[in-house]
């Protein structure tokens, strides 16, 4: 199949593109570096090393013999995203290219529009470029589980079956996202929908929890072909950054109670659901949606999981949330149609958590831990980041600054 | 009270900034005049004369001693925004200032990025702007019954109580939006209760039916406090266009069966609603929604009454729909909370309708009856506009020309 992989040289987009490039699939990459941006932006970097797209792809054709097709260039440039597609003729197009920091969307107004727009205005360019070129490219975007909020009822798949004042009918799921990150992708999903009806386009919107883990069956053959590894406070995922409080010696930090409850999976399971998402295309003017997660933990729950597999001592603290969201609910989400056509999750075992220690125990070397601080107030319009290389002025010293973030980015 | 109208240069911006100033309201009114632009772009023009801004302000000054003050600048650009909010310190904010045209937004790919990033970037500025300067500022927006789309279900004031395998929640009411313009309105809507929720802001989204009529109290005191009145197929609303249609010998064009059922409302209700939103502001935190409509009818109905008011002959033709839409329906929608704040509906009476008749007969040497067929097709994601002045190709005469469209814009 030929698959365009969007975001490609991000923290799951490339493995996504090694994994599917190894299956037999011919493969290309869509990127514009705008993640290795906002590391420049923020003065940090993935704890793992990475090297730059276009040796990790000589890197990749050198190991398995396989080619992958490099097009540089942003979704926001409508006729890059026409030319691309023309060009390359992908049935699928996998999209990961969105800003995807929750913290990120929150800095301040310009962040904010910044993310809305750059991840709806690109979405909106891939439709209608599908459109135009071919109704049958089957579109596998990434949306996100923090779409849903956490209502007091189970979430579905995307829709639930109303019955109101003695009429039923099946409706777009109610949705209740937690920052304007979240909001972007909410836009997203309505407007593919659409797309999709009026369209007849092919789309499977994978709402997808907390991505956890670093190395896959293809990464780890060779340290070119590494992916990227978020701990700081803005873009690493919760476990991810416990795992890297744990191994430099520093608390793990809990907001408030830690009773927060969110979906979670392993990388490894990213990769199978993309995969099982391409194998079965959704029907023409198919708006599908899948919950892409395996197992739901609360934020305490995975404090005291790495504290138990960490050799050393470690210690968990509670401290202020800087979000607004609810830190005890109900949570109980339905995911079964990933696993219907034949996800076996990779659990989060011991075993995977002792893997992740060991990555960051690797490369503890590269952490700057005062960039896990959380510096964005859901409260304020605007706040200062202290990140390495930043003065920091007392202005900016709160009692969150003690500790890190819980669930800083949404992957 | 300081109230600033944005979009007041438009066809219900510039009433209500009237309707307001006249009630002893101090009226900021603000604007980028992109409307006037779209007529520029379109080749079209107001059926009424209207002058320019700053010639209206001064007319309402010498009549009623009154001054309103007006800012022109676009609500894209943040430091405007901000500037303006300083200056004038609104007590309340009534936002009309977004392209509100659902033909328009489905023109091509161009058009759909513009109004999604026009509107919601716009609106986001405003929150910003609102929560850094005085989280009390009530936000009186415009939002449309189009966000609802046509479930099978009734159609609740912005939030239903939903039971779900054993337990209960008040949910957001699920969208189904049949246009980028409309999904733009669901995108505010949403972006809109976020910021309530993390700010504290005090909101209120007028989900708005079409509107019908010309003429206000305030502007017929003078032709140059006159609003404007549009019966071009991208922008003029399903009712005005009608009478358009009648007066000018042309038949009455309903798409397909007639049978889409919207709420309508007349000018002077819109006028009335948004004053009972000012008057009773929504609680801080609050994100309130009403349904701003007074009456249901279809398409066809419509087009009956009309050709029943009208003093000569008048015939109604189908034609092939051009959006996509159900054409026949269940619609049952709320619409009690503004009535419950004391609104007395001005409904659409055959006094009512000839009113409207008389004004297109008094200015029907100014319309371009080319300019009322339909040329935005939803089906295509390019349509080439026929419009006044544009030459016109054979590729665009498709059977659908020889008709008007029903409901060409939202409002």
């Keep these: 199949m030929n698959i365009l992989v969007l975001g490609g040289d991000g923290y799951l987009g490339w493995p996504t593109a090694l994994y599917l490039s190894r299956r037999g699939h011919r493969v290309g990459v869509v990127d514009n570096f705008a993640r290795r941006g906002y590391d420049l932006e923020m003065g940090v970097d993935s704890l793992v090393p990475i090297v730059g797209l276009q040796q990790r792809?000589?890197?990749?054709?050198?190991?398995?013999?396989?080619t992958i097709e490099v097009f540089v260039g942003d979704l926001t440039d409508d006729s890059f995203v026409t030319e691309t597609l023309a060009t390359f003729e992908p049935e699928a197009v996998v999209h990961f290219a969105e800003q995807r920091s929750a913290p990120y969307s929150m800095i301040d107004r310009k962040h904010a529009v910044?993310?809305?727009?750059?991840?709806?205005?690109?979405?909106?360019?891939?439709?209608?470029?599908?459109?135009?070129q071919d109704r049958d490219i089957h579109l596998v975007k990434l949306g996100t589980m923090g779409e849903y909020g956490t209502p007091n009822i189970d979430i579905e798949e995307g829709f639930i079956e109303i019955t109101h004042k003695g009429r039923t009918d099946v409706m777009p799921y109610p949705k209740q996202p937690g920052s304007f990150y979240h909001l972007s992708k909410v836009h997203d999903s309505a407007n593919i929908m659409f797309a999709c009806r009026i369209w007849g386009i092919r789309a499977t919107d994978l709402n997808q929890g907390i991505v956890y883990g670093q190395e896959t069956e293809e990464t780890v053959l060779h340290p070119d072909l590494a992916t990227r590894f978020d701990?700081?406070?803005?873009f690493g995922t919760v476990l991810n950054r416990f795992c890297v409080q744990a191994v430099t010696g520093h608390p793990l930090t809990v907001y408030g109670t830690g009773g927060q409850t969110r979906g979670m999976l392993n990388i490894l399971d990213t990769l199978a659901c993309v995969e099982l998402a391409l194998e079965n295309p959704a029907d023409r003017g198919e708006f599908r949606v899948f919950n892409q997660f395996t197992e739901s933990f609360t934020v305490e729950d995975m404090a005291e999981m790495v504290k138990a597999e960490f050799s050393g001592d470690a210690t968990i603290v509670h401290t202020a949330d800087p979000r607004v969201e609810k830190e005890e609910h109900y949570y109980r989400a339905a995911h079964t149609k990933l696993l219907d056509l034949g996800l076996v999750p990779n659990l989060l075992t011991p075993s995977v958590i002792q893997s992740i220690l060991a990555v960051c125990d690797r490369y503890k070397a590269n952490a700057d831990v005062a960039a896990i601080r959380p510096t964005v107030d859901w409260r304020k319009t605007a706040s200062n980041l202290v990140t390495a290389g930043t003065p920091t002025g007392e202005s900016v010293r709160t009692s969150a600054d003690e500790a890190s973030s819980e669930v800083s980015s949404d992957r």
């Design 114 to 132: 910044y993310t809305q727009v750059n991840n709806v205005a690109g979405t909106l360019n891939l439709l209608y470029a599908i459109a135009e």
């Design 57 to 66: 792809v000589r890197r990749w054709q050198e190991i398995s013999g396989l």
């Design 231 to 234: 701990y700081d406070g803005v």
